[in-house]
């Protein structure tokens, strides 16, 4: 009969986590934990912003934020009042939330 402690050992074994010397699962959580934030830095470049953030100002902060929402992910859709290509977080049905959807960029 396979104990709690030796069903999350295997679990993690199967994920390529070091289990270390854990004796007790709370032990083990303790140890786990900072392996799979480490694992989601990695995934998601230690950015700032998490899966469902609403998008930040600025190029380079908008470029970490987009590669965070394409690595989780998330699907954009498109705009149907203005044709931009949006994640979920930034519609509002099928149209922009942004008070600017639909009007012409001056840039
Ligand atoms: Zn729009």
Do not use: F
Request: net charge negative.
């Amino acid at each position: 009969m396979e104990t709690e402690l030796e069903k999350v050992v295997s679990w993690a074994l199967e994920l390529g986590l070091a289990t270390g010397h854990a004796d007790t699962l709370d032990d083990l959580l303790g140890e786990l934990k900072p392996q799979i934030k480490q694992m989601q830095d990695e995934l998601y470049g230690a950015s700032e912003y998490k899966p469902g953030d609403l998008p930040p100002e600025g190029y380079q902060a908008w470029h970490d934020w987009a590669v965070v929402q394409r690595k989780a992910g998330i699907e954009q859709a498109k705009c149907v009042k203005c044709g931009k290509w949006r994640t979920p977080q930034e519609l509002n049905g099928s149209v922009c939330k942004d008070q600017m959807c639909g009007e012409k960029s001056t840039g």
